[in-house]
């Protein structure tokens, strides 16, 4: 099995509102051995920064777009990720993620993505029915595959089903990325079992996680995202989230929290010290 070329094998996983372009290069400089980008569509025109050159995932019901996508993006990244384990409601709603299970379209997508990259390809997957149709497939066209051992019922609720994720990794012939309930204390033990492991919802407003795990010398402050977030043109709304995560375990987070609420722009968002 080749192994990627990153520096280690904690990576940030993909999460939506959370992975903008700030908060995921904050993660790479705290040690972070890959970034993932949130979902995008690639019927999407919209202009993505992609400075960390991280992996770029993709959600998609259909083949249409993919390939104008990639020839604009692939050499401005890491490699590709298809998204076959969102349980978002929206996902439901228009069937992409753990809720498109047609083995037919889904190869489509991955052999096309598959013919316009030699960067690294995976799909990432929950616990399934067809998990098991799934990984031939990744083991056909892909070079990795990223699990959550959840179904898309459970969404982020309950337990991860360990036994699950561990005979998966026995029956693949690829690397396998596990993600789920990640952390700084236990990471080393799922090191043991998988390649590569993903830290989703502890690095949210905590990107020193990273630094904790790979001994990387890096202090957190808000004030390095929000320098980045103002370079990349970030929406308020967006800023204004990430500064309400960034205050969690600081002390008098809650009242700091309370009067972020009622800001209305950054102006007053910077005159709130934290």
């Known amino acids: 099995m080749k192994r990627l070329s990153c520096k280690n094998p904690i990576f940030l996983a993909p999460m939506e509102e959370v992975n903008d372009p700030a908060f995921r290069i904050l993660c790479k400089k705290a040690g972070a051995g890959l970034t993932y980008t949130p979902l995008n569509s690639p019927l999407s025109k919209k202009k993505l920064i992609l400075k960390d050159k991280p992996v770029l995932q993709i959600f998609a019901t259909e083949t249409r777009g993919i390939e104008d996508f990639m020839k604009r993006h692939d050499s401005k990244v890491f490699g590709w990720d298809f998204n076959l384990g969102c349980p978002a409601t929206t996902a439901k709603k228009h069937g992409f993620g753990a809720y498109l299970e047609d083995l037919t379209?889904?190869?489509?997508?991955?052999?096309?993505?598959?013919?316009?990259?030699?960067?690294?390809?995976?799909?990432?997957?929950?616990?399934s029915t067809i998990a098991n149709d799934l990984l031939k497939l990744a083991e056909k066209y892909c070079d990795l595959i990223s699990i959550h051992p959840r179904t898309k019922a459970q969404g982020y609720s309950g337990e991860p089903d360990l036994i699950w994720a561990k005979?998966?990794?026995?029956?693949?012939?690829?690397?396998?990325?596990?993600?789920?309930?990640?952390?700084?204390?236990?990471?080393?033990?799922?090191?043991?079992?998988?390649?590569?492991?993903?830290?989703?919802?502890?690095?949210?407003?905590?990107?020193?996680?990273?630094?904790?795990?790979?001994?990387?010398?890096?202090?957190?402050?808000?004030?390095?995202?929000?320098k980045l977030a103002e370079k990349f043109d970030l929406p308020f709304r967006q800023i204004k989230f990430q500064a309400m995560q960034f205050t969690k375990g600081n002390r008098g987070s809650r009242q700091l929290r309370a009067k972020m609420i009622q800001v209305k722009s950054l102006e007053e968002l910077k005159k709130i010290s934290f």
């Not at 379209?105 to 616990?127: D, Q």
Request: proline residues 4%.
């Open 105 to 127: 379209i889904i190869e489509g997508i991955i052999g096309l993505m598959r013919k316009h990259t030699k960067k690294p390809l995976s799909i990432k997957i929950r616990k």
């Open 167 to 226: 005979k998966f990794k026995k029956k693949s012939k690829i690397p396998v990325i596990y993600s789920g309930n990640v952390d700084e204390k236990n990471y080393e033990s799922f090191l043991k079992i998988f390649d590569y492991v993903m830290i989703g919802r502890k690095a949210i407003g905590h990107p020193e996680i990273f630094a904790k795990i790979t001994k990387t010398k890096y202090k957190k402050t808000f004030k390095d995202y929000l």
